[in-house]
């Protein structure tokens, strides 16, 4: 029986971050080489953007590139970049006849220049879908995110469009590359690892973290729906004590 049977379809996370880890290893243990481990990655991240869209998820936000992985050998990231092109350019069709909008976050202007503007076009062809908003994080890294987002706030408070006293959580909300999503509730992270690796530090805040040993590239639909089932056993209580949650 499929574990999605268990799940409560009242209480499903609003916001999942997924850190998509061990292509490399998935690889190296069947004796291929790395670029092998992405293809079969990739194959994972169409699987879980179906899961999660039957399931209603509202929000899915995948770590696909960090600002840290430009350090990875030039023939890698172009093979990354390739994958990128290839599977955005198979599931355009399908991001829209799912309903699923589709966006980016990240420092882009250090992309090819043709997976910038392909990107561009897929955010724009999927823009006024409603089901399910699906963001990759290429070239992302959380502390720089941050800091664009106090430079220009600062830049605001100097030319007297925000006041300093003003200046709150809405506020650096909405000068995140985020600023459209709702706070993370679960973040998953595949291959054992248990980091956050500059992922969306400051969404993170209140999010139910999920570590499993799995192996992106063998993370299935049922992984997906075991972590929303650990998600859903636990209390989030915000800071409250359990009696004023419950
Ligand atoms: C981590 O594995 C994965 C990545 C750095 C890239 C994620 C990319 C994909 C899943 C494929 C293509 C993406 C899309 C959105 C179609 P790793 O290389 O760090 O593995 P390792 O730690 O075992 O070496």
């Known amino acids: 029986m499929s574990l999605k049977n268990k799940i409560y379809i009242d209480n ?5 971050a997924i850190i998509m880890d061990g292509n490399g290893r998935w690889a190296k243990k069947i004796g291929k080489n790395r670029n092998a481990g992405h293809k079969a990655g990739s194959k994972s991240v169409e699987k879980v953007v179906e899961a999660c869209t039957e399931l209603g998820v509202e929000a899915l936000t995948l770590f696909a590139f960090s600002t840290e992985n430009w350090n990875r050998p030039k023939i890698e990231i172009n093979l990354l970049m390739k994958l990128l092109l290839l599977s955005l350019n198979k599931e355009l069709e399908n991001l829209n006849k ?6 980016t976050i990240g420092d882009l202007d250090r992309l090819p220049k043709k997976v910038q503007s392909y990107l561009k076009k897929v955010s724009k062809e999927t823009q006024n879908n409603t089901r399910m908003t ?6 992302y890294g959380a502390r720089e995110e941050i800091i664009n987002a106090i430079k220009t706030i600062g ?3 100097k030319n007297n469009l925000i006041s300093l006293k003003n200046i709150d959580e809405s506020v650096i909300n909405q000068h995140l590359y985020t600023h459209y999503l709702p706070d993370v509730d679960l973040l998953i992270r595949t291959s054992g690892e248990k980091r956050i690796s500059n992922f ?9 973290l999920y570590f499993t040993k799995k192996l992106w590239p063998d993370f ?4 997906l729906y075991e972590a929303i089932i650990n998600y859903q056993k636990r209390e989030r209580r915000f800071g409250k004590t359990s009696e004023q949650v419950n």
């Open 155 to 157: 830049d605001k408070v």
């Open 98 to 103: 799912n309903n699923i909008r589709f966006k």
């Open 12 to 16: 499903i996370p609003k916001h999942i």
């Open 134 to 139: 699906l963001t990759l994080a290429i070239s």
């Open 220 to 223: 299935s639909k049922e992984d």
């Open 200 to 208: 969306l530090l400051w969404q993170i805040a209140y999010a139910e």
